[in-house]
């Protein structure tokens, strides 16, 4: 495939040396374009040796006397990769600004964007950034998060630039869109609820919905239609999907049970509370020295509830937050549940459960077999999920 690998000024330009001959590496043809600032940490004799491909900087650049370099590429790109990309690179590809030949060549190509954001954690959290991430997102461009640590300046936070690694599973994710799910509607139920307790308190649990967020976006690239049922949950889900936010177990159920029927496949990640407040108050509940004894009433099984409204032949995908792995709970929960298969999550292990980046799952099948995955992005386990679960069809 042919990727233009954009580079823009951060320090981590150095990184999309590597990164560059890691894409090529994969067999993909790559291009570099390096805005003017990058050119201070990098130097596009360094890309062209490395590539053998000419390097743009200029909006005017012309490799081939006489072509458009910038509809040239854009018109062959099959993904356009920013990486790293800067506050003001994200900024003007946000707004449509062309004022440089790697903004120019993003304005001119119809392939999908892809970006990596790395800066300083202060600029990264900062509104413009923000903005930009929101915008860029609700356009369908990929955006990987930057990971967290120590960063050049000396501060600790979010704004590194993450794993070569990790950008090369997510760039080979975005380019092996298939159609092993077209024609399918998948049903999520993703993130936690929550269950008031009075008009400013409630009960709920730390899901983000990042996992309910990589099985959507997995599920899209396999080329279903995608509704997720949504507690209120950090993680941006694609705006590709269908979206139906709910707050509490009982409308995630009666908004999981109305859509069930119309679903190929039904996924519960969604951490849904086992119990509610038995009488919210509709005022604030005042402190006092006393103790105070709330009564909570158990909330409906959204999966199961979801399951039996669904039609015969449905394939119907839980997750069990465990701590541990006790057979005999799990085997309880598919049968209770009606399961084609559970996925076993133990949340206790080292950044696998809750709120973390990647995951590590056993799947466990109605027929017993069992298969455990790598520990891997939420991404790349939501899609590894799918194509275990449609190889035993
Ligand atoms: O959101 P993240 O921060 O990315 O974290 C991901 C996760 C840890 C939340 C996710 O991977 C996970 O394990 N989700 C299942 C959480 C859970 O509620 O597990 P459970 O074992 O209690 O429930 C089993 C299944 O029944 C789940 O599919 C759950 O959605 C469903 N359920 C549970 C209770 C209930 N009242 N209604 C339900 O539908």
Redesign the pocket.
Known sequence: MRIILGVSGSVAAYRACDLARELMRQGHQVRVCLTDSAQNFVTPALFEALTGQPCLVDTFDEPDRGRMAHIDWARAADLVLVAPATANTLAKLAHGVADDMLTTLAVASQAPLMVVPAMNPTMYSSPGVLQARGILMDRGAEWLEPSTGDVACGENGQGKFPPIEVIVHEVQEVLSRSNQLAGQTVLI????TQEPIDIARYLTN???????AALARAALRMGARVIVVAGP?R?RLPVEAEIIPVQT?IEMRDRMVEMAPGADWIV???????YRPASPSLGKIRRSSEPLQLELLP??????EAVAAARPGTRAI?????VGDDPEVIAG?LER?NLSAI?I?D?AGAET????ET?QITLQFRDGERIASEKMS?SALARWLFEQALSRS
């Open positions: 139920s993703s993130g936690p730390r899901s983000s919905g990042k996992m309910g949950q993680a177990a519960g990640v969604a951490a849904v509370a086992d909330n409906p099984d959204v999966l199961a839980g997750f069990a937050a465990e929960k549940k996925a999550n949340v459960g809750f709120e973390s995951n939420k």
